[in-house]
């Protein structure tokens, strides 16, 4: 393997002059050879420094990394997931064959799908208004109480399928912060409300404590009525016990789901209860249908590996340190969001599978925004800053406002306006032109000139799709899944524990008691002086 990542350096330290410009001179079909499409999806990676050299010894370091291998493990249920020693299984909950799929020598899948039906039975109930409040109302509002995977999934796909909403209005707590809270809750009526409390662990302390707020602000309303209000999701049913929640609302998922990957299963209820069964369902065949093209494509038609070797080549090889996500389809704007802890607590990590140090950069900084907002606020950096950021674009070919067709071309035409841009850039030599054009001469030309000159050849990528359909959603998602699983086997890391997360949990329970008056000496000088400027005044009798 150290082969290949010796070679691809050497091939980027020897072809780094070229441009992508000349790379498509040279090529001019570079668009076909770069870019690769399956259902609809098409992702185009010609708009990178990607030579045919370096595809070669990518895909080479992807099959030394055994990556065929590793992906049928994935879809076998093997425990890939060391350190925690299970299976990462998502792909089981949007599996609608009926095929096998085991652990342990059990097949999980008759529990999955009889989850599923429990799920649709439930949601379609509150849709349809049979399943009644406390009050013989139907149900008009769901609140989910959850965060992490609890949370960005729900948040990000309810939001992307707005058009296809026509049940009950579904909203999000997630923040500890008192204020998400109150401001959710507020203008919405006990009386119709149900409380989704989402969990995987039932343990999160933010979870936990939104959910008694939450409950408390039930029962003022409603009594001991309340807990007819509440319906739990996680894969530690005996918590959920603790809340008197009756075991027919709630919804169990097994420990091989992890949190971030979980949106395909109960964590999807609130998205199930806005979108209803079909939507839902063809969220997961399109999911499925990736999964499929995951694990028969060739590696080199394969857009989950195509998006993982660019990724691969960007970071380690380019040694660009981010990336961002740049959605030109603001139904996807809390997709940045999504991916970033999707892609952020998966493969930000310095240590092997066999726990030695990595010694080559791994993943990359996520954010983003959706476009074109993203425009007029960082983009000035993209274009002319001192960092090179990968750009990856998404796109459909249309919206689902038809009568605003002209609202679509321009997002089009700026969402290619702008990959155009980063590429080609602007010599000093037109900038000096365009100078001219506008009247200036002498030294404030030259001056001028360096201002309007932009460097290009900054890559970008592009995933273009006929319309944000349900589907089409699925596709995505489990595109990006799957880029990171692809990222993550190249480097030799596990994508799918979360260490980095607990240490500040841990701090933050021993924290408590002092910001609530104890004392502890130890404690560093900036933590102690923090805490003294963050105890308020005590009232004055
Ligand atoms: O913050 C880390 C994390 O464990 C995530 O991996 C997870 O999605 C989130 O917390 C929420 O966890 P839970 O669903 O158990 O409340």
């Known amino acids: ?85 299970r299976p990462a299984l998502h792909t089981a909950l949007r599996a609608q064959s009926g095929a096998a799929v085991m652990v342990q020598g059990q097949d999980v899948m008759p529990e999955v799908l009889h989850t599923l039906q429990r799920m649709e039975g439930f949601a379609g109930a509150l849709r349809s208004g049979d399943h009644k409040s406390a009050t013989g109302a139907p149900f008009t509002d769901v609140v989910n109480i959850g965060i992490g995977g609890s949370d960005l999934g729900p948040v990000m796909a309810t939001r992307a399928l707005t058009p296809y909403h026509d049940g009950p209005r579904c909203h999000f707590v997630s923040n500890v912060d008192g204020a998400d809270v109150t401001d959710t809750l507020k203008g919405l009526d006990p009386q119709t409300t149900l409380i989704i409390i989402a969990s995987k662990s039932f343990n999160t302390i933010e979870t936990m404590t939104n959910a008694n707020t939450a409950i408390a602000w039930l029962r003022t309303a409603l009594g001991d009525q309340a807990s007819e209000h509440l319906a739990a999701v996680s894969s530690a049913l005996q918590k959920t016990a603790g809340f008197g929640i009756p075991p027919e609302r709630v919804f169990g998922f097994a420990d091989w789901v992890g949190g971030r990957y979980s949106i395909w299963g ?3 209820l609130p998205l199930l209860i806005a979108v209803g069964r079909e939507n839902f369902r063809a969220m997961l065949s399109g999911a499925a249908a990736m999964d499929q093209h995951f694990q028969t494509a060739d590696l080199r038609q394969n857009l989950p590996v195509l998006l993982g070797l660019v990724g691969v080549w960007h970071s380690t090889i380019c040694g660009y340190a981010s990336r961002a996500i740049l959605p030109y389809d603001q139904r996807l704007a809390r997709l940045p969001a999504y991916l970033q802890q999707l ?22 900084i996520v954010w983003g925004e959706a476009g074109t907002n993203g425009q007029h606020a960082f983009y000035q950096l993209l274009h002319q800053g001192t960092h090179v950021v990968p750009a990856e674009f998404l ?12 609202h679509h071309d321009l997002l089009k035409a700026n969402c290619l306006a702008q990959s155009e841009a980063l590429m080609t850039g602007r010599s000093v030599q037109q900038a000096r032109e365009l100078a001219q054009s506008r009247g200036y001469s002498g030294d404030d030309l030259d001056r001028m000139a360096a201002h309007l000159t932009f460097p290009g050849n900054r890559p970008s990528t592009t995933l273009a799709y006929p319309r944000l359909t349900p589907f089409a959603l699925g596709q995505l998602i489990a595109l990006y899944e799957h880029r990171v699983f692809t990222e993550g086997t190249l480097w030799g890391i596990n994508s799918f524990d979360q260490w980095g997360v607990e240490l500040g949990k841990e701090l933050a329970v021993a924290l408590l008691p002092l910001i609530q008056g104890a ?13 003294a400027k963050l105890t308020p005044p005590k009232p004055k009798h």
């Open 1 to 85: 393997m150290n082969k290949f990542w010796a070679q691809l350096s050497e091939h980027r330290r020897r072809t780094s002059a070229t441009t992508i410009v000349e790379l498509f001179r040279d090529a001019p079909d570079r668009f076909q050879s770069f870019s690769a499409e399956c259902d609809g999806m098409l992702l185009d990676f010609s708009k990178t420094s990607l030579d045919e050299t370096a595809l070669d010894l990518l895909v080479e370091l992807a099959e030394q990394a055994d990556l065929p291998s590793k992906i049928a493990e994935m879809f076998r249920g093997e425990a890939i997931n060391v350190t925690e020693q």
């Open 519 to 531: 004392t502890d000496p130890t404690k560093d000088g900036s933590t102690l002086g923090l805490i």
């Open 266 to 268: 109960p964590v999807g």
């Open 395 to 406: 796109v459909a070919a249309s919206g689902h406002e038809m009568e605003l067709s002209h």
């Open 343 to 364: 892609d952020m607590e998966s493969n930000g990590k310095s240590v092997t599978l066999e726990g030695e140090k990595v010694t080559r950069a791994s993943g990359p």
